[in-house]
């Protein structure tokens, strides 16, 4: 593997091949926050203009391919994404922090994904008639135009992909704003992926979420705008994509419940499972677990268990293999943790810190935090009605389903959810009450939902659905060509 040290690697504008000048703000090792992995372009709103003027132009030509020539050229992009993997996956753990293997899923997940929608591109141009004695009607989807897809710095390519992939095959050209605390590696692999298809249909605008985010969603050429991210900064696009009616879906936040029955069995594969689902990527997942709820049969075994393979835990710099997870991606983050375990320690909850460093040496020049299990909890505590994001996560005990599932659903978000038992069955019925997007039985990590699946919030922890068709469409116009001379059904005449 060509490692990236050393190298210089910045985040430009990408659109249409041509060049923009701009400012450049620096990307920190959250590993040595005082290692510059790179730096990225100040996008601003001059920037932004030019960049949705490209692509408007390139959105008649891409928009009137046909969904089988477009997946054509989708595969050939996809070739080309898998191209130096290796070396990208090191830049973005050298940039956002976590572990190599996570890293490599991340990036070399993205020309699964585009692989994906390209096989499915063609059912694009699939219409729906509908005749009967009154006429004929044609149901058929069309593209939106510019897509704005606004990604998130804990899976920056692969999240990038799940949004931008369904957008080409939708027939709309597309421009990412990727987060300013992981650019590197996701504008490497866009660009790529632009130098295959026709100009304008693929742009990257680096820049702050107050510049270069503002400025795209509120621009009146702008059609879609898919955001992934917190449920604040979803707040903010919906206010800036109002004035020009902009369509809008959003994936935010999740608070996930996980309810561990008593007919559980506390072996060894269950509770590295729910480790996996809890610190994957330090906790830093929209669908991680993020409080525990065990019947109190179990508790005490599930806890000294669960406590016992968290201590297993190494952290330290992601690129070490003898690490298990890195450090938290930036200061905001690290604080924000930091003061919400403080604060749940101060309230008199036992807080195990667990797990051990991989270099002391080093520990102070990163984000590096120890997981933590914490118990003696009570429900309605900030850490358990909170997003924490980090990894510590709350084991609280019920006495009943009926506890569990009104403390599962006592929250503003609904993400996803799980529930483990060995009655699959009533796991599911479990799994039923429970007003998530998602309810996995038995499992709940990246992995747990696939593309033959709807994904997405209820509440406030979305609004639409991503994965397979329901992707597409969420990118799509669906226009109703009808020929029905005979209206004699309608109940009555408009013009007297």
Known sequence: ???????????????????????????????????????????????????????????????????????????????????????????????????????????????????????????????????????????????????????????????????????????????????????????????????????GVVNVVPGLGSEAGAALVSHPGVRKVLFTGGTETGRAVLRGAAENITSVSLELGGNDPAIVLGTAGLDDRLIREIRRSVYTCTGQVCFNIKRLYVQRGVYDEFVDKFRQAVDEIVVGDGLDPASTIGPLNNERQFASVTALLESTRRAGARVDILGRPLDDADWDNGYFMLPSVVTGIPHDSALVSREQFGPTVPVVPFDDVEDAVRMANDTEYGLAASVWSEDAEHALAVGRRIAAGSVFVNSHRVGSSDMTMPFGGMKRSGLGRNHGMWAIDECSELQALSHRPDTSAFPGPLIQ
């Not at 899923?105 to 020309?111: F, I, S």
């Not at 704005?148 to 804990?154: A, D, Y």
Request: hydrophobic share 45%.
């Open 1 to 199: 593997m060509r490692s990236t040290a050393g190298t210089t690697w910045t985040a430009q504008v990408v659109s249409a091949g041509r060049k923009y000048e701009a400012e450049t703000a620096p990307v920190a090792n959250p590993a040595r926050t005082g290692e510059i992995v790179g730096t990225y372009a100040l996008a601003g709103p001059r920037i932004v203009k030019d960049v949705v003027h490209n692509a408007l132009a390139a959105a008649a030509t891409w928009g009137s391919l046909s969904g089988a020539e477009r997946g054509r050229l989708l595969h050939a992009a996809a070739d080309a994404l898998e191209q130096n993997t290796a070396s990208r996956a090191e830049l973005l753990t050298r940039e956002q922090g976590k572990v190599l293997w996570e890293s490599q899923l991340d990036v070399g997940g993205a020309p699964r994904l585009l692989r994906y929608y390209a096989d499915i591109a063609p059912a694009v141009d699939e219409e729906t008639v509908v005749r009967d004695e009154r006429g004929t009607t044609v149901i058929r989807r069309l593209p939106m135009g510019p897509t704005v897809v606004i990604v998130p710095w804990n899976y920056p390519v692969y999240l990038c992909m799940m949004a931008l992939a369904p957008a080409l095959a939708a027939g709309n050209p597309v421009i990412v704003k990727p987060s300013e605390f992981a650019p590197l590696a996701l504008t490497e692999t866009l660009a790529m992926l632009a130098s295959t298809l026709p100009d």
